[in-house]
């Protein structure tokens, strides 16, 4: 296994979601920070790096593990995804900063607070990472995705924020 903290700066933002996330979730049309290796790893389209995800018109529904250590901030991806109105994102739990009171306390539909730590893979060894001592929450903007929450079987608590 590899170990969560041996990242490089080259490989720090590149951690994967693991598989078995995804297909519990079901389908997704777009991922806007996709893995340079394998961009529809995680939805139909995958805007890289280089085609900057950020910049571009999102479409459908939306999987969003946002890049972490780089410019910008993970709350700018999340805030394109709430005025989005329709996706999942994979983010740990920040209840203490301001973003996390606007951007996902006041406009998110429902938090999934995951079980467990999630084992997140390395990119290139195409390995599970060991020691990720942070916790993880999913965010579902749009009913729809509260129902994905509800039918998706990953351990957690169902938190409803929105009616
Ligand atoms: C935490 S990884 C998530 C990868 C994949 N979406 C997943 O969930 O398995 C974040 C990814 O965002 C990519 N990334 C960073 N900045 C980006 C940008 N401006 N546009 C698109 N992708 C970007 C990184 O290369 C990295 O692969």
């Not at 951690?15 to 991922?31: C, E, K, N, Y």
């Not at 993970?74 to 994979?90: D, P, S």
């Not at 983010?91 to 996902?104: E, L």
Request: glycine share 10%; proline share 7%; net charge positive.
């Amino acid at each position: 296994m590899t170990s969560f903290f041996s990242r490089t700066a080259a490989t720090r933002d590149d951690w994967q979601t693991p598989r078995h996330i995804i297909s519990a979730l079901g389908h997704f049309d777009l991922d806007p920070c996709a893995n340079n290796d394998d961009p529809t790893r995680c939805g139909s389209t995958g805007f890289t790096i280089e085609q900057d995800g950020l910049s571009r018109e999102w479409h459908g529904r939306v999987w969003l593990n946002p890049p972490y250590g780089g410019a910008t901030p993970a709350k700018v991806w999340l805030m394109k995804l709430a005025r989005h109105g329709n996706g999942v994102a994979l983010v740990p739990p920040r209840v203490g900063a301001r973003w996390f009171h606007d951007v996902v306390l006041s406009t998110a539909h429902a938090i999934l607070f995951l079980k467990g730590r999630v084992s997140f893979i390395d990119p290139v060894a195409q390995r599970p990472a060991r020691g990720n001592n942070a916790d993880s929450i999913l965010i579902a903007y749009g009913l729809e995705n509260v129902v994905a929450f509800e039918k998706c079987g990953l351990e957690g608590r169902l938190w409803r924020l929105l009616p």
